[in-house]
């Protein structure tokens, strides 16, 4: 997908525009030269001041009116540039919430604010670059050229002799510049995604001390930066004096072979002036090229980079109305490794069913693959093997609007958005009521939320608590806690977890966790280790035939029992 045609398509008609008003005004730019001869050879040279009056106003009118063409393309390249930037923005933003759990792994979120920011106001400026400048450039410099031989064949070898020494050293620096202004970008990557960790875990660095390793990690990537901005900067800041160099050497030689001729009486004074003047718009067309190139280097690389994500694979979309489901669940050798993963398998051969408004606590030690079966729950990624069910329907053959009604996640990280209690408690239901939302809360033992319109800014035991009442308003007809009571203690957890228990029309509840005290609450216990499903029961059956969870139980509830 070229992300530049597809976002210009609406402003076509203002580009035409702003194509025409820049040639227009090239056109004015070149006509003032040759007026400047006529001013020069007919009027002044001979002393006739009427022709020094008429095509000094002719020129004051061309250069009028190629201020006012200069004026049109400015605004119309300011209003489509920045209206284009405005759309791609808002096409990224829809495609990254639609990406599959792979392709946002694959892309990482350092990356994709990146390419949101820096990228897409390099295709910016790339739009109003064209239209202001990457059309004015070519024009000028092929008509100035075109102009000046016109003027005087033999002077305009020197202008050929220039252009072959400049368009060399444009190619060499295009051909130099593109991969190191790759390496730029995945170096301004890495910076970001740095920034973005340490935001996130700010507490956490304090709380261990680490700011001063953070610092220099930080420090590195910056440093690394630097570096790599300077060198993809150096060629092209070493083209430009080169180029001036070697159009200023011509002017020199234009002069020269001029004065020659001038004497021989081979050519009018006039016209070596207007030579030398094109000369002067040559180099400032040149020059203007130069910074076409480097934007195009930038933009080329910008433009792969924000095509990477327009192409990334999404989520399956669908316009079906969404359908209730029952709240069944059924994994039947079920295998998944992570697309981005080392390949080794996260969950193995894992099979286990749960009835409509049954329970199941699933235990094990870190990662034996608990988490995973939360996200393959919700369809976030597509199993290796074996199959899923809901409703006694595959989750391959479900839309996702079905799914996201049928299944509910409260993760262990709660994470809620600025703004108020109430707005964040919508999130889950748009619709919820008043009352809806204080049961809710009454539910997941909320008890100090007294004003829903306060602002969001909670402990994280506070947080656990509004995203599981979050999750309630959905009312889905199976509700996952992905070790969403972590943060509380024994006494608040045991009350919601109570509370969970006695809603009606009660949930099908999957309970990832840690605590043997909460596992013993469900109607059942899988136990999982490595991947595997080392174990499912009872409380009493498992600590008799399940190593594991009969180590886990020992280490918290062991010592209690026993005393």
């Given at each position: 997908m070229d992300p530049i045609r597809t976002h210009l398509r609406p402003y076509r008609w203002q580009f035409?525009?702003?194509?025409?008003?820049?040639?227009?005004e090239s056109v004015c730019d070149l006509l003032g030269p040759t007026l400047m001869a006529h001013i020069i050879n007919q009027g002044i040279e001979v002393g006739s001041l009427p022709e020094v009056y008429h095509w000094g106003k002719l020129m004051l009118l061309v250069v009028a009116c190629g201020a006012l063409f200069a004026i049109g393309r400015n605004s119309i390249a300011g209003i489509v540039s920045q209206g284009f930037g405005a759309d791609l923005r808002h096409t990224l933003f829809s495609k990254i919430l639609h990406l599959s759990m792979a392709s946002s792994d694959h892309l990482e979120s350092g990356s994709l604010i990146t390419r949101m920011?820096?990228?897409?106001?390099?295709?910016?400026?790339?739009?109003?670059?064209?239209?202001?400048?990457?059309?004015?450039?070519?024009?000028?410099?092929?008509?100035?050229?075109?102009?000046?031989?016109?003027?005087s064949p033999r002077l305009s070898i020197a202008i050929y002799g220039v252009l072959i020494i400049v368009f060399l050293i444009l190619f060499l620096t295009m051909k130099l510049s593109y991969p190191l202004f790759r390496t730029l970008q995945k170096a301004m990557d890495t910076l970001n995604t740095r920034i973005e960790e340490f935001l996130l875990g700010v507490s956490l660095v304090k709380a261990l001390g680490t700011e001063k390793y953070e610092e220099r990690k930080f420090a590195e990537d910056n440093d690394r930066l630097m570096k790599q901005s300077i060198r993809s900067q150096m060629l092209v800041t070493l083209a430009t004096p080169l180029i001036t160099f070697t159009v200023s050497l011509?002017?020199?030689?234009?002069?020269?072979?001029?004065?020659?001729?001038?004497?021989?009486?081979?050519?009018?004074?006039?016209?070596?002036?207007?030579?030398?003047?094109?000369?002067?718009?040559?180099?400032?067309?040149?020059?203007?090229?130069?910074?076409?190139?480097?934007?195009?280097?930038?933009?080329?690389a910008s433009k792969e980079r924000i095509s990477e994500v327009l192409e990334a694979k999404e989520e399956k979309q669908d316009g079906e109305e969404w359908?209730?489901?029952?709240?069944?669940?059924?994994?039947?050798?079920?295998?998944?490794s992570y697309p981005e993963g080392s390949g080794v398998p996260a969950l193995s051969h894992v099979s286990f069913s749960l009835e409509?408004?049954?329970?199941?606590?699933?235990?094990?030690?870190?990662?034996?693959?608990?988490?995973?079966?939360?996200?393959?729950?919700?369809?976030?990624?597509?199993?290796?093997?074996?199959?899923?069910?809901?409703?006694?329907?595959?989750?391959?053959?479900?839309?996702?609007?079905?799914?996201?009604?049928?299944?509910?996640?409260v993760p262990q990280q709660a994470s809620l958005f600025s703004g108020t209690i109430r707005e964040n408690l919508l999130w889950g239901n748009r619709d919820a009521s008043e009352e809806e939302m204080k049961e809710a809360l009454r539910v997941a033992s909320a008890d100090f939320v007294t004003d829903l319109d306060e602002p969001a800014t909670l402990s994280g035991g506070q947080k656990q608590r509004i995203a599981i009442?979050?999750?309630?308003?959905?009312?889905?007809?199976?509700?996952?806690?992905?070790?969403?009571?972590?943060?509380?203690?024994?006494?608040?957890?045991?009350k919601v977890r109570k509370a969970l228990f006695l809603l009606n029309p009660k949930p099908t509840l999957v309970m990832i966790t840690q605590r043997c005290s909460t596992a013993m609450s469900a109607d059942h216990i899988m136990?999982?280790?490595?991947?595997?499903?080392?174990?499912?029961?009872?409380?009493?059956?498992?600590?008799?035939?399940?190593?594991?969870?009969?180590?886990?139980?020992?280490?918290?509830?062991?010592g209690i029992i026993h005393g």
């Open positions: 035409l525009a702003a194509v025409l008003c820049v040639a227009a920011g820096n990228d897409v106001t390099q295709l910016t400026h790339a739009v109003n670059g064209t239209m202001r400048i990457f059309i004015k450039a070519p024009v000028t410099c092929i008509g100035s050229i075109v102009l000046a031989t016109m003027l011509g002017t020199a030689g234009v002069l020269l072979i001029g004065n020659k001729l001038f004497t021989l009486s081979s050519i009018d004074i006039g016209n070596v002036s207007a030579f030398t003047v094109y000369m002067a718009q040559i180099l400032s067309s040149i020059l203007m090229l130069t910074n076409i190139f480097n934007i195009l280097i930038r933009t080329k359908q209730t489901l029952p709240g069944t669940i059924s994994f039947s050798d079920v295998t998944f409509e408004g049954g329970s199941l606590a699933i235990i094990g030690p870190t990662g034996s693959g608990k988490s995973t079966i939360a996200w393959l729950l919700l369809h976030l990624y597509p199993v290796d093997s074996g199959e899923i069910t809901i409703g006694g329907e595959s989750l391959e053959s479900l839309s996702n609007d079905t799914l996201r009604h049928a299944v509910t996640l009442a979050r999750a309630l308003l959905r009312k889905a007809p199976i509700l996952v806690l992905d070790d969403a009571t972590s943060a509380l203690d024994a006494v608040t957890e045991a136990v999982l280790e490595n991947g595997k499903v080392e174990g499912i029961g009872s409380n009493k059956e498992l600590l008799e035939k399940s190593e594991v969870y009969h180590a886990i139980f020992e280490s918290q509830l062991g």
